[in-house]
């Protein structure tokens, strides 16, 4: 049973998604990545996209994100469609996404703070004031204390990863993403880690997205995960539909089997 809460206003069904990918089809250097692959996203929702290595996961999204164009297929967010948009456009519209990269990616000739101040001081005019104490509050949303003048490379990992965060919120974006946010880290800290992606998505009220291939963390932060396979979702319900899917290949991936239609060689 779902619980209602009094955080979930958007139950219009006519509302627009906050993120559409339509029939995406891209290709590099003639290998098919994506192929007809699509998905809706509500606003405020938790969608997690888990598959196999290799299978088109961060591609997707850095569709989401416009770093990449599909070859064919719209990206709408917010029912404008951004393969259209120039890039000064597209850069603009970019400061609506926060985006966690795999391993922090945090610059290491800076400090936590000068990291986090970063996207502020190159997208707002705000005064030096102004940015300290928001470098302060993304650092109290994500729990650290006492870390704004280490370097990254002085931290363990996952206080490494808890920086990406406070700096991919510092502009406050209506969309978080999550690229393996969990990779690399011991179970209890993925744990911690998982809580903090539900806690933001929470506080912050906002649309994420992430990419997983950790079933525990998949499970605990979304409220739909979607399965990437041959380049399209295959599977996409909420955890409990997702758990209970007859879909082999769905089966294979929860169990993390060697054998089955995820391996039987068909996926090359
Ligand atoms: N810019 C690029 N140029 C050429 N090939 C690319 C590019 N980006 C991705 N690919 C290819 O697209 C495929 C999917 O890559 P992607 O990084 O999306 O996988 P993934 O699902 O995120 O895997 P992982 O779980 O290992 O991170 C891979 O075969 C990769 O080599
Ligand atoms: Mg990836």
Do not use: W
């Not at 404008?80 to 996404?97: A, G, K, S, Y």
């Not at 102004?130 to 363990?156: N, T, Y």
């Amino acid at each position: 049973m779902t619980v209602a809460t009094n955080m979930e206003p958007q139950s219009d069904p006519n509302a627009e998604p906050m993120i559409s990918l339509q029939h995406i089809y891209k290709s590099f250097e003639g290998k098919e990545v994506l192929r007809d692959l699509s998905i809706d996203i509500a606003r405020g929702e938790s969608v997690v996209i888990v598959g196999g290595s290799g299978t088109g996961k961060s591609v997707t999204l850095k569709h989401i994100i416009g770093l990449l164009r599909p070859d064919s297929g719209h990206v709408m967010i917010e029912g404008r469609d951004i393969t259209e948009m120039r890039p000064v456009e597209l850069n603009r519209f970019r400061q609506h996404f926060g985006m966690a990269f795999q391993e922090g990616a945090l610059f290491d000739s800076m400090s936590v703070f000068e990291n986090i101040a970063f996207p502020l001081r190159r997208h707002t005019k705000m005064t030096e004031e102004a940015i300290a104490a928001r470098v302060e509050e993304c650092l109290e949303q994500v729990h650290l204390h006492g870390v704004d003048g280490k370097r990254p490379s002085e931290l363990s990992g996952g206080m490494r990863r808890r920086v990406g965060f406070a700096r991919a919120i510092s502009l406050k974006p209506e969309i978080l993403l999550f690229d393996e946010p969990t990779t690399g880290l011991d179970p209890v800290i993925s744990d911690v880690v998982a809580d903090l992606i539900v806690e933001m998505d929470r506080t912050l009220n906002t649309t994420t997205v992430t990419i997983t291939h950790d079933m525990k963390v998949a499970f605990k932060i979304a409220d739909r995960v979607a399965m990437l396979f041959q380049g399209h979702i295959v599977e996409d319900g909420t955890p409990a539909e997702f758990q209970r899917s007859e879909n082999p290949i769905v089966q294979q991936f929860i169990e993390g089997r060697a054998e089955g239609p995820l391996t039987d060689g068909t996926n090359e």
